[in-house]
């Protein structure tokens, strides 16, 4: 009894296996275009609902518009230091200049940057400017 148990169990699973060997190997878009055939094989297709799960990766400062409304020019540099962090990026070629990177990953595969660069004179915040930052 428990091998035939067995025995179905994995000619069951066989035959399941087996069907994965009928799923093409090319997408949609390389369908119409043969050339891409053998730089595709072996890539193989896996539908959404077994993909893993990726994590959102947060990489260097992240600053919004609320911390740059407190910036104001005439700051010192720790005064900058202690509204915003230390600075990911701080040249010894360029010591009067100060950036804050920001990069986001996102599991589906997009990619939000943004930039934020300070500009100091002796040891005083002159000027300030980025992009993308999100409002909070």
């Not at 025995?7 to 066989?14: D, Q």
């Not at 595709?40 to 077994?50: L, Q, T, W």
């Not at 939000?112 to 000027?127: I, R």
Request: charged share 20%.
């Amino acid at each position: 009894m428990v091998q035939i148990k067995y025995s179905v169990i994995v000619t069951t699973l066989v035959i399941g296996l087996s069907g994965c060997s009928s799923i093409p190997f090319l997408s949609k878009n390389e369908q119409t275009d043969t050339s891409t055939r053998s730089q595709s094989e072996g890539k193989g297709y896996v539908p959404n609902f077994i993909k893993p799960y990726r994590i959102d990766i947060q990489q260097g400062n992240f600053i919004t518009q609320k911390e740059i409304s407190k910036l104001q020019v005439g700051m010192s540099k720790e005064q900058v230091r202690f509204t915003l962090g230390t600075p990911l990026l701080q040249s010894a070629f360029h010591e009067n200049r100060w950036d804050y990177p920001y990069r986001l990953t996102q599991g589906n595969g997009t990619v939000v940057q943004a930039t934020y660069t300070l500009f100091f004179e002796n040891g005083m915040l002159t000027k300030h400017g980025g992009d993308n930052l999100p409002p909070e």
